[in-house]
């Protein structure tokens, strides 16, 4: 079981970038899924967060500028990211609770982190 992502690269400031994860493998049930960035020299923290009904939570930084999405047929989620700025330039990191088969716990797994660059 591993978290996929994909997406991101560099974009200009006031544009616009996709980065999306999959859940892959003998996943039997995706609870929680989020969106974590690490800007350069800082710590990682979190971006947005989605439930399985499709609830959110988007940090103050990036509310109104970001959206988070999911699929749950396909265990994936999306952030669509607009209006990007210089600070947004992060790398980005998806984070999701899931139950594999077989399993007897939800585990904690993260994605491998995809970079997102923008330029002024």
């Known amino acids: 079981v591993q978290l996929q992502a994909s997406g991101g690269g560099l974009v200009q400031a006031g544009g616009s970038l996709n980065v999306s994860c999959a859940a892959v493998?003998?996943?039997?049930?995706?609870?929680?899924m989020s969106w974590y960035r690490r800007p350069p020299g800082k710590q990682r923290g979190l971006v947005a967060t989605?439930?399985?009904?499709?609830?959110?939570a988007i940090a103050e930084p990036v509310k109104g500028r970001f959206t988070i999405s999911r699929d749950n047929a396909k265990n994936t989620v999306t952030l669509l990211m607009n209006a990007l700025k210089p600070e947004d330039t992060a790398v980005y990191y998806c984070?999701?609770?899931?139950?594999?088969?077989?399993?007897?716990?939800?585990?904690?797994?993260w994605g491998q982190g995809t970079l997102v660059t923008v330029s002024s």
């Open positions: 984070n999701s609770n899931l139950w594999r088969t077989g399993g007897t716990v939800w585990e904690n797994v």
């Open positions: 493998g003998s996943v039997l049930a995706v609870h929680t």
């Open positions: 989605i439930g399985h009904d499709g609830q959110s």
